[in-house]
Structure formats: C-alpha cells, structure tokens
C-alpha cells in the first residue's frame, strides 16, 4: 500500500503525469510482463458498478444570509450546482466568498434560507434536524483543515470512534477499520496517537475516519491547509484512491492551485456566486 502511495502522491505533484496514468505506468514498470496492470484491471473489473449519469446531490437556487449586529448579511447569492458518483469536485475563491457555508449546506448541518438541496433525493432544504443528522451519519462524512481527532485515543480508536457513532454492528469494525488504515497507508501506525504522528499521517487518520461507515459522499474543507506540498499531495492520492475503491464523491475547498490540477472539476466562487461557466 505505500509503495502505491509513493507513486500516487508523485503524480498529483504538478507537471507529472496524471495519478491514474503514473499508477498505470509504473505497475507496467514494476512487472514488465504487465501481470500488475492486469491485476490492477481485473480488480477495477471486480468493483461495483456506480450509475454515474444520475446527481448524488443538486442544489437549485440556494441563498444563505444571516444576520449579523441588525444587518443582513447574504453570502450565497443563487447557488446551482450538480455533483456527480466518483467525481473529484473542488470549490475555490478568495476568503470570505462562501465556500465553508456551502459545504456545510450540502452536508446537511445548516439550511438554506432559499433554494433546494437534495442529496440522493431527500430534500435537505426542507427536512428536520434529526433527519438531516441521520441521513449524514449514515452516508456523509466530513473532514476539516484541523484533523479533529480525539488526542487521547490511537489511530484504530479514532477510527472505532466513528463506526460506533454510525451505528455499525460490532463484529464489522475489526475488518473495516484494519481496511480503512490501510487504504490511507497507515497499518504500521494503528496504534499511535496523533501527536506521535506528522501533519499528513493525521490527516489521514482523519479521512480513514470519515470514510469508516462507508459514506456516499465525503466533504472536506481545506483538507490540505496546514499541510506541506508533498503531504498534500499524499492526501489528494488517497482521495483519488478513495474514489475508485470505496465509490464515494469527493468535495473540498481549497486555495491551493496545484492541488486543483488533479479536480475532475473546478467551481470558482467569487462574492457568493460562481463565476465562469457555472455562474447563473
Ligand atoms: N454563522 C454565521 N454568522 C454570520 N456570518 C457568517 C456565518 N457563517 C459565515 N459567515 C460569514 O459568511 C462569509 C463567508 O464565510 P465562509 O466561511 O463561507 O467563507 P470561505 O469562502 O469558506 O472563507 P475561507 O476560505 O476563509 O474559509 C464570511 O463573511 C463569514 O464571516
């Protein structure tokens, strides 16, 4: 798992060749006959089929303002947008133009003032709390800038953590967790706390822990943030990864121009609106 984490971080680094060209490339290189990159198609081949022509989520029409010392202040200003299964989507614009507040939005922990958000048809702009809270822990999950990790529990533990808050049975949490670590290449470290691990190795304790209950849909704000830029690109393999093994849509902010290269798609807000071919 790290030596395929070496070479996808490598390719998420601009200029190089795309992750999923350099992990086809080198598993030729690696075995000159191919076996590699047969294995590797036949296990895609063993992969669920995903309806890719269908939205996971829309969002029609949304405004959100508050109101802040007497004033209102509207920071989405008619937002439309559509995600698709599998795609890597990233939001970007300067501070303050609406990024969080969207994402927030679409994972259900706040509600539009106007518009429609429907995640897998269920209407989030009009259900209650406690259905939006169910529907996101069963099948959203979310991480920050910050890791937010439970700084007294182990890797493993924080990952239990969050089966247990899903709701999944007990006798799953042993195989998924040992596959979650693995997946973000961090089975040596199961049992380290986050201060014994680096920036990167946190972040992706972090991911292994919003993708344990297997969610449809994986936001992340700022993921790469406080990372440097090879850890940074460590984290957008694992996403990319991700992606093609456990079926999710990926979301995330970010500021950082090199990490949108590897987005299959880029929306740009600019004062609560997109701006570009998504503006409207
Ligand atoms: N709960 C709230 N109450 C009042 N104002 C808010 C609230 N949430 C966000 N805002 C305001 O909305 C605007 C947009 O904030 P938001 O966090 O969405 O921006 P952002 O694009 O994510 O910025 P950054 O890149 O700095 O994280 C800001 O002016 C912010 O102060």
Redesign the pocket.
């Known amino acids: 798992m790290m030596s395929w984490l070496r070479r996808k971080a490598s390719a998420a680094v601009p200029g190089e060749p795309s992750a999923a060209a350099a992990g086809t490339a080198e598993a030729a290189g690696e075995n000159p006959d191919g076996g590699a990159l047969a294995a590797a198609v036949a296990e895609d081949r063993e992969l669920p089929e995903v309806d890719t022509s269908t939205p996971l989520l829309t969002v029609r029409g949304v405004e959100r303002s ?1 109101s ?1 010392g007497g004033d209102t ?1 509207h ?1 989405l200003k008619g937002i439309n947008m559509e995600l698709y299964p599998l795609q890597l989507v990233m939001l970007k ?11 927030n939005l679409i994972g259900g922990l706040d509600q539009p003032n106007r518009g429609e958000i429907l995640f897998k048809g269920h209407p989030f702009h009009s259900s209650s709390d406690d259905k939006r809270t169910y529907i996101r822990r069963q099948d959203i999950g979310f991480i920050f800038q910050s890791f937010a990790l439970m700084p007294l529990l182990s890797a493993w533990e924080n990952v239990e953590l969050s089966l247990r808050m899903a709701g999944v049975p007990r006798s799953q949490w042993k195989g998924r967790i040992a596959h979650c670590l693995e997946l973000v290449g961090l089975t040596k470290r199961m049992h380290h706390r986050p201060f014994e691990l680096s920036g990167g190795e946190q972040q992706r304790v972090a991911i292994a822990k919003a993708i344990a209950h297997k969610p449809s849909l994986l936001l992340a ?2 993921p790469t943030a406080e990372l440097d830029s090879q850890m940074g690109a460590q984290v957008m393999a694992v996403f990319r990864e991700i992606i093609r093994t456990e079926r999710t849509t990926i979301c995330m ?1 970010t ?1 950082d121009q090199t990490i949108m290269e590897v987005a299959d798609r880029v929306f740009e ?1 600019v004062d609560g609106k997109f701006v570009g071919r998504d503006a409207g």
Do not use: Q
Not at 93 to 103: A, E, H, P, V
């Open positions: 508050f802040v202040l920071v614009g300067r501070s303050g133009s609406g990024k969080t507040t969207l994402l704000d700022e902010t500021h807000m």
